[in-house]
């Protein structure tokens, strides 16, 4: 079981907007930055958000991220088939003292 | 370009040693923190080891403590992960990824450990 919750999968059709949230505590996402991973099978994951809601250069603005207590969001507007991939929240845990991922939301474009 | 390198992966037997390497090119490595992330197959990303630009602190995951450990070569660049009574459950594609703050913003593209008999 993971440490952070993130529901299995998430699917709509192209053009359409998804939220993925990501559950915790107030010992991790309550208390320290969320950042967000895209991957694809076979490859390493890749940063798409930091500190909650920032993008890396080269990061599309269709991908946002926000923070409220123990739950964060990441949203995709304007989904392309392009974003099919696992996505994974990620924070410090203050009380375990090591990192914690959620689970991983696969997106599909229907 | 910012790049990270990881050799070292391979089929080893239960209760065997395995050493990882992470050769990371294109920044000022020992400005910043490391860690090892680990994938088993067709499961999720688990965190496994930190540590620190200076390699004075580390930090791991409890199922990994006292078999595992996290050191660094800045001379070298690169980075390794000892993993020794290796266990079935270890099996997994290892990644290391660059800290920059609190996110990981730069990965590996994984190698292999697998730990069969």
């Known amino acids: 079981q993971s440490v952070l919750t993130q529901a299995p999968s998430v699917s709509a059709a192209p053009g359409q907007k998804v939220t993925i949230s990501c559950s915790g505590s107030?010992?991790?996402?309550?208390?320290?930055?969320v950042s967000w991973y895209q991957q694809f099978p076979g490859t390493g994951p890749k940063l798409l958000i930091y500190?909650?809601?920032d993008r890396p250069s080269g990061i599309p603005d269709r991908f946002s991220g926000s923070k409220s207590g123990t739950s964060a969001t990441l949203g995709i507007t304007g989904l392309q088939t392009g974003d099919e991939a696992d996505y994974y929240c990620?924070?410090?845990?203050?009380?375990?003292?090591?990192?914690?991922f959620g689970g991983g939301t696969k997106v599909t474009v229907l | 370009e910012v790049q990270l390198l990881e050799s070292g992966g391979g089929l080893v037997q239960p209760g065997g040693s395995l050493r990882l390497s992470c050769a990371a090119s294109?920044?000022?490595?020992?400005?910043?923190?490391m860690s090892w992330v680990r994938q088993a197959p067709g499961k999720g990303l688990e965190w496994v080891s930190l540590?620190?630009?200076?390699?004075?602190?580390?930090y791991y995951v409890d199922s990994v403590k006292g078999r595992f450990t996290i050191s660094r070569d800045n001379s070298k660049n690169t980075l390794y992960l000892q993993m020794n009574s290796l266990r079935a459950e270890d099996t997994a594609v290892y990644y290391c990824?660059?800290?920059?703050?609190?996110?990981?913003?730069?990965w590996g593209q994984g190698t292999m450990v697998t730990v069969s008999s």
């Open positions: 294109g920044f000022t490595f020992g400005s910043y923190a």
């Open positions: 107030s010992s991790n996402i309550g208390k320290n930055y």
């Open positions: 500190e909650n809601d």
């Open positions: 990824a660059k800290k920059k703050g609190d996110a990981s913003d730069i």
């Open positions: 990620g924070t410090w845990d203050s009380s375990l003292n090591g990192w914690v």
């Open positions: 540590i620190s630009g200076s390699g004075g602190s580390t």
